[in-house]
């Protein structure tokens, strides 16, 4: 959708906007959630 929307980014801007969002989103909560399960699983940094 980005890539499709580039030829119209100087009149309507927001069409390649919201899905690059999304995108960033999906991706920061993706690492997000590799972290937890890092956190929860990785046995070198659990407390005794």
């Known amino acids: 959708?980005?890539?499709e929307e580039r030829q119209y980014?100087?009149?309507?801007?927001?069409?390649s906007l919201f899905p690059?969002?999304?995108i960033a989103m999906v991706v920061m909560s993706g690492n997000?959630?590799?972290?937890?399960f890092?956190?929860?699983v990785d046995p070198t940094l659990r407390q005794l």
């Open 1 to 3: 959708m980005i890539s």
């Open 9 to 15: 980014i100087d009149a309507a801007w927001w069409t």
């Open 20 to 22: 690059g969002l999304v």
């Open 32 to 36: 997000f959630l590799g972290d937890w």
């Open 38 to 40: 890092r956190d929860r």
